[in-house]
């Protein structure tokens, strides 16, 4: 499978990395070599990268098990967002925190089962980056053996101090330095992008590697899926109704996207980042903020899908453009392929023209 990928490899018109028939190209050989265009490099984004790799390799390991150990369900406590914490997010949020915080490249972190901040403990060298993330995206699937995910997002640090401070976090999406995903579904992928484009890595479990599957993914600019749980149709309000009637072709002369929805974020992005579409998850009367994360989800999932051509929104602005309030702000989202955002953003915009007509 990997030898039959293209012959090279380019990122920004240069070869970096030259497949022959039986060459295997690791997660990190590919980094070095994406290391090896930029010689102002410290070498310390990349260790992120490698210790990210490392923890996913681990959680990857409880969650293939997690039908045999007693580790599926859901804990007596609930995280910040008041929902219940399922086991496995407990277990993979701390790992995470165990495998970056005492590399040096850190200089904080934020997740979305944490509160705060997540400080680097004393003792600890500080790096330059902070590190924000969901550890386990759509943990209420895990008790029906649903596709699951790791979200992250990574900034550089802007305060003087040697701990990172609230104004590291929030920063505006564009800022981002990486950011990536796992899913743990039939076989564990990595995807992740550093601005130069998207690579995806398949795990082999016989090895414990990340394996170059998927180098520069481009998602098409005409979607084929739409993903959004319409039970809540009740709802929103009509610019939104009026943008589904859209995608589903009852409105219009597009042709009618096929709804797939599993109800993963990780999931439902990652099927429409390969095969082209978009996923909604529009603000309503109950949550007329939006109900996702920007910082652990909206934010790192629209740089990926930015790099590999799509484009990301909130109805309103880019994604990656908003400058967040608080650690644990929610956002609406409409995410994949570009003319599909487009359509969200152009009806919006014309419902916003007609109120105040």
């Given at each position: 499978m990997i030898g039959a990928l293209p012959l090279p490899i380019t990122l920004a018109g240069v070869a970096v990395v030259q497949h022959t028939a039986t060459s295997v190209v690791t997660i990190e050989r590919f980094i070095i070599e994406q290391e090896r265009q930029h010689p102002e490099a410290t070498g310390?984004?990349?260790?992120?990268?490698?210790d990210m790799a490392l923890a996913a390799k681990m959680i990857a390991n409880k969650v293939r098990r997690a039908g045999l150990a007693d580790i599926l369900g859901s804990t007596e406590h609930s995280n910040v967002q008041g929902e219940i914490q399922q086991k496995l997010d407990v277990f993979a949020n701390d790992t995470i925190i165990k495998a970056m915080d005492h590399g040096g490249r850190l200089c904080a972190?934020?997740?979305e089962e944490e509160p705060g901040i997540i400080q680097i403990p004393d003792g600890f060298r500080c790096g330059k980056y902070c590190l924000m993330f969901d550890p386990l995206d759509g943990s209420s699937n895990i008790d029906v053996n649903v596709p699951v995910g790791t979200i992250f997002s990574v900034v550089q640090k802007i305060t003087r101090g040697r701990q990172g401070e609230m104004e590291d976090?929030?920063?505006p999406g564009r800022r981002q330095v990486a950011s990536g995903y796992v899913i743990y579904g039939s076989s564990t992928m990595l995807v992740y992008t550093t601005g130069q484009g998207v690579h995806g890595f398949t795990l082999d479990p016989s090895i414990g590697e990340f394996l170059l599957s998927h180098p520069n993914i481009r998602i098409p600019n005409d979607g084929r899926y739409l993903s959004v749980n319409d039970s809540y149709e009740s709802f929103w309000e009509e610019g939104t109704k009026q943008i589904m009637r859209r995608y589903r072709g009852l409105e219009g002369d597009r042709r009618p996207l096929n709804v797939r929805y599993v109800g993963?974020?990780?999931a439902d992005f990652h099927r429409n980042l390969l095969g082209g579409g978009v996923f909604c998850y529009p603000a309503n009367k109950?949550?007329?903020?939006g109900k996702l994360r920007l910082l652990y989800e909206a934010n790192p999932l629209a740089f990926i899908c930015e790099q590999a051509g799509g484009a990301a929104t909130d109805g309103m602005q880019r994604i990656l453009d908003i400058v967040p309030r608080e650690l644990h702000e929610r956002v609406p989202l409409f995410i994949g392929s570009k003319r599909d955002v487009d359509l969200a953003n152009?009806?919006?915009?014309?419902?916003?023209?007609l109120a105040s007509a």
């Open positions: 310390e984004l990349s260790g992120i990268l490698y972190m934020a997740s976090m929030l920063q993963s974020l990780v109950k949550t007329p903020g152009a009806t919006y915009a014309s419902h916003a023209e």
